[in-house]
């Protein structure tokens, strides 16, 4: 039998890829950056709070019983989703594409580390060495072996990396009794209202038009990460599913061959199947 934190880590890494690739072809035509990360933002929080009140009617009564640290642990990963966002938009404009593919990864270096002293996780020299093997074949898959050249937005790069990693340490800080529904109902929610308060001091129209179904499907996708991501720190660690979402690029990249025709070398199928190799080795480990 399957375990519960490889099919929720699955799925979320899943919708993850899928989110990446609405949010290519969404830029494709002609989307702004900016516009689009505000536009899924907030899509995904009324995805959310409609399958709150459709769907999940009995969470509802459960809003009342969530301590004020946990909401405090909500509200901080609300925060931290839409800086993680924020940032990681405004360092693209400052770096390359494979700059940032690679850079943001770096979420699983970050996991670990922050897990140690904020949620008392050991760290072991084989989880550091499975990491390091993880980073050799997510550097192929989206670099295509290149050599990465440093440019001045690889800080915000790092980051916004270093904030998706708070953002999801944050939520697991809360899932102890808080379920997983009303915690993505509380993180999305915030964040929402962030970026609404960033469409109107940027005077951004978030409600444009121009792409609209492509958008909402990237909405759609980017609340089901964040539901699964939940569901599996409920059952494992932050570091484990960071490791599982290292599949995303090479999940996004068949998807990017299949349908806008991406090149993806051979190289990058060498790095893809490190990946694969090493999910399957992490199963192993105690995280």
């Not at 390359?96 to 990864?105: D, E, G, P, V």
């Not at 009794?177 to 951004?204: D, E, H, N, T």
């Amino acid at each position: 039998m399957i375990p519960e934190r490889v099919w929720y880590s699955l799925i979320a890494t899943f919708s993850l890829s899928l989110t990446i690739f609405y949010r290519k072809i969404a830029l494709l035509n002609g989307v702004p950056p900016f516009t689009l990360l505000l536009q899924i933002i907030v899509i995904a929080a009324l995805v959310i709070n409609l399958n709150l009140l459709l769907f999940q009617k009995k969470c509802i009564t459960d809003i009342k019983k969530i301590e004020p640290y946990e909401w405090t642990m909500i509200l901080l990963a609300g925060f931290f989703f839409f800086v993680a966002y924020l940032t990681g938009t405004f360092g693209l404009r400052f770096t390359t594409s494979i700059n940032y593919s690679f850079l943001i990864r770096s979420s699983l270096m970050f996991s670990p580390i922050l897990s140690y002293f904020l949620l008392q996780e050991k760290m072991y020299r084989e989880m550091i060495i499975i990491i390091l093997v993880f980073f050799a074949g997510a550097y192929l898959v989206s670099t295509a072996g290149q050599i990465i050249i440093p440019h001045s937005g690889d800080l915000l790069i790092l980051l916004s990396a270093l904030f998706f990693a708070l953002f999801s340490i944050s939520q697991k800080m809360a899932n102890k009794k808080v379920s997983p529904v009303l915690i993505c109902w509380g993180v999305l929610s915030s964040s929402a209202l962030y970026s609404v308060a960033a469409s109107l001091f940027f005077k951004i129209n978030i409600f444009s038009k121009e792409a609209f179904f492509i958008v909402l499907l990237a909405g759609f996708f980017e609340a089901l990460v964040d539901i699964f991501m939940n569901k599996t720190l409920k059952v494992a660690s932050v570091t484990y599913y960071y490791m599982m979402t290292m599949l995303s690029p090479i999940i996004s990249g068949f998807l990017g061959v299949i349908f806008i025709t991406e090149p993806f070398g051979l190289i990058q199928v060498f790095g893809g199947i490190i990946i694969i190799l090493s999910v399957i080795y992490a199963q192993r480990l105690k995280i």
